[in-house]
C-alpha cells in the first residue's frame, strides 16, 4: 500500500511537458530582445542620417551664392532620397550669428521611426551649423 503514493509523487515531480513551455517562454523573450535591439539600431540610424543631412545643407547653404532657402531645398532632397519624404515635413533654415560670425543654420525634427505597427510619439531634432562664405574683395 505505501508504494502507490509514492509511483504517484514521483510522476507528478517529474519533467515531462516542461521543454515545450520552456522553448516558448525563451523563444519570446529572444524574439522580444531581437526587436529592441533591431527598433535601436533603426533610430540610431535615421538619427544619423539626419544629422548627415542637416550639417551637409548647412555647409552647401553658406557657399558665397546660396542662401538659407538653398539649404532648406537642399536637406529636404537629402532626407527625401536617403530616407523617406515622411522624414522631410519640418526642416528649417536661417541665418544666425555665432560667437560674431555668420552662420546658416539647418533645423530637422522629424518623428521617431518605429518598426511595428505602434508609434511612440516622439520627435528627434537635430541641426547642422555652417560658417557663412563671403567674397573677397
Known amino acids: 500500500m505505501s508504494r502507490r503514493p ?3 509523487v514521483a510522476a ?15 523563444m519570446a523573450l529572444i524574439v522580444g530582445v531581437f526587436l529592441v535591439v ?13 544629422t548627415m543631412a542637416a550639417a551637409e545643407s548647412a555647409r552647401y547653404g553658406a557657399r558665397v551664392d546660396a ?5 532648406q531645398e537642399r536637406a529636404r532632397d537629402l ?5 523617406s519624404p515622411r522624414y522631410a515635413g519640418s526642416i528649417s533654415a536661417h541665418r544666425s550669428s555665432a560667437e560674431g560670425l555668420d552662420v ?11 518598426l511595428g505597427p505602434f508609434g511612440v510619439g516622439l520627435t528627434l531634432h537635430t541641426s547642422g551649423r555652417a ?4 567674397r573677397s574683395s
Open 131 to 134: 560658417i557663412v562664405e563671403e
Open 79 to 83: 532626407v527625401s532620397d536617403s530616407l
Open 104 to 114: 546658416i543654420r539647418v533645423d530637422i525634427d522629424a518623428p521617431v521611426p518605429v
Open 38 to 50: 533591431c527598433q535601436f539600431a533603426y533610430a540610431t540610424h535615421v538619427r544619423s542620417t539626419l
Open 6 to 8: 509514492e509511483r504517484r
Open 67 to 71: 542662401g538659407p532657402g538653398v539649404a
Open 12 to 26: 507528478l515531480s517529474g519533467d515531462e511537458g516542461s521543454a515545450v513551455a520552456e522553448y516558448t517562454m525563451t
